[in-house]
């Protein structure tokens, strides 16, 4: 029979170079489970670091939340419409949201984090067609700037201070 225990396939003598290489590279760490390579805290804080972020921004999680807080501390609340598998929202998160100047201006806000899968209904309340998707938002609810897409520190910087006053 093809492919039986006792007789060797076509398939299963073409595949062997490739077994060999992969236990090669099982032994180096690499063709492992990430858990395996890392063990269980690695893999743990890479978890966290990817729902959470590696900055010092303190993300509210649900929009009313967010935004009874702004309303308490008349501050203007900063929405992002993210996903975790987008590369942009990624980038962000690591060279935009860790810049210094940026958490500085960011403490004027009330950052407020969401999830465009998991809310879908919102993200198209405010015609949410690609993220990343910032939003300032004034304590009554008025919107005071909104971007769609990727931006440097930079232009994330100027975002925020021309929508923080207007």
């Given at each position: 029979m093809f492919g039986?225990?006792?007789?060797p396939s076509v398939a299963r003598r073409a595949s062997l170079p490739a077994a060999v290489a992969?236990?090669?590279s099982s032994r180096q760490g690499l063709g492992r489970?990430?858990?395996?390579?890392?063990?269980?805290p690695g893999w743990l804080a890479?978890?966290?670091v990817t729902l959470v972020g590696c900055n010092a921004i303190a993300w509210e999680t649900d929009l009313e939340t967010g935004m009874a807080r702004a309303r308490q501390e008349g501050r203007r609340a900063l929405?992002?419409?993210h996903t975790l598998a987008n590369p942009d929202c990624r980038a962000m998160e690591h060279e935009v949201f860790a810049d210094q100047e940026v958490q500085e201006l960011m403490?004027?806000?009330v950052p407020i984090r969401l999830d465009a899968v998991l809310n879908q209904k919102l993200a198209q309340q405010f015609n949410v067609e690609v993220v990343p998707t910032f939003l300032i938002v004034r304590p009554d609810r008025q919107l005071a700037g909104i971007?769609?897409?990727r931006m440097s520190a930079e232009k994330f910087?100027?975002?925020l201070i021309r929508h923080g006053y207007n």
């Open positions: 039986s225990d006792h007789t992969l236990a090669r489970p990430l858990a395996s390579r890392h063990g269980w890479l978890l966290l929405v992002q419409f403490a004027r806000f971007y769609s897409g910087r100027l975002f």
